[in-house]
């Protein structure tokens, strides 16, 4: 079985520009997180996707923003991008929502933005 | 404001012996507890977890132990391997509607053969 896969692996975008990351989740499974991962605050949840509704964000500001299509396959999107926006994003799927101890991860897209 | 706080940065230890790896939480409403075991240029990959009815759970040569009272969880890993050595993430879940996952900073275990 494939896992999750991430596309770009990695991208490199000035200040203001826009970005799209791509998130393939395992087949079958229909719940899909996005996460950020810096050194200076680790993990941390951006939004999480079921059945192409959000069903739950975290505190990031409204530049991040995503969607999910009804294959289950998920998009992240950041406008206006900042400095402090490089980082890890990393995708996760679950069969299920909230499903965490069968969540699998894909290897990320690492963001840097100049 | 950080609601899982994992305060070792680093952790080196001898192959064989045992890895105690800890993590607080600040949040009294966090009802399921996870530890995540990261290799560099990989994602996450799920190691344990605990629900907040019970104080340990074994799974092989991993055991984790939730102190409620002291909001205090750690992973054992007995055991040491080297294959272990990698970067581990302690995350906890308020339950109810809200899914989502707080995360710690992260532990780098590192194991000397």
């Known amino acids: 079985k494939a896992g999750v896969t991430q596309t770009p692996r990695y991208l490199i975008k000035t200040r203001g520009q826009q970005v799209t990351l791509s998130c393939s989740p395992i087949?079958?499974?229909?719940?899909v997180s996005w996460y950020q991962q810096t050194p200076g605050q680790g993990l941390q949840f951006l939004f999480e996707?079921?059945?192409?509704?959000?069903?739950n964000k975290g505190n990031f500001p409204g530049r991040f923003s995503g969607r999910q299509f009804s294959n289950s396959r998920s998009e992240m999107n950041v406008s206006t991008l900042e400095l402090g926006d490089s980082a890890l994003y990393l995708c996760?799927?679950?069969?299920?929502?909230?499903?965490?101890?069968?969540?699998?991860f894909g290897p990320g897209t690492r963001l840097t933005v100049l | 404001d950080q609601q899982v706080k994992q305060n070792s940065p680093s952790l080196s230890v001898q192959e064989g012996r045992i890895s105690i790896l800890n993590c607080d939480y600040t949040?009294?409403?966090?009802?399921?507890f996870l530890w995540y075991k990261k290799y560099p240029a990989e994602g996450p990959t799920f190691l344990i977890s605990?629900?907040?009815?019970?104080d340990k759970n074994e799974d092989g040569r991993f055991t984790v132990f939730l102190n409620k009272s002291a909001k205090h969880l750690s992973l054992h890993i007995v055991p040491s391997q080297p294959g272990d050595s990698a970067v581990y993430f302690c995350?906890?879940?308020?339950?109810?509607?809200?899914?989502?996952?707080?995360f710690g900073k992260g532990t780098l275990l590192t194991v000397n053969p």
């Open positions: 996760a799927s679950s069969l299920s929502l909230g499903s965490y101890n069968e969540q699998f």
């Open positions: 605990i629900s907040s009815i019970k």
């Open positions: 995350a906890a879940r308020v339950g109810g509607s809200n899914y989502k996952l707080t």
């Open positions: 949040n009294s409403m966090f009802d399921y």
């Open positions: 996707y079921f059945s192409e509704t959000q069903r």
């Open positions: 087949s079958g499974h229909r719940s």
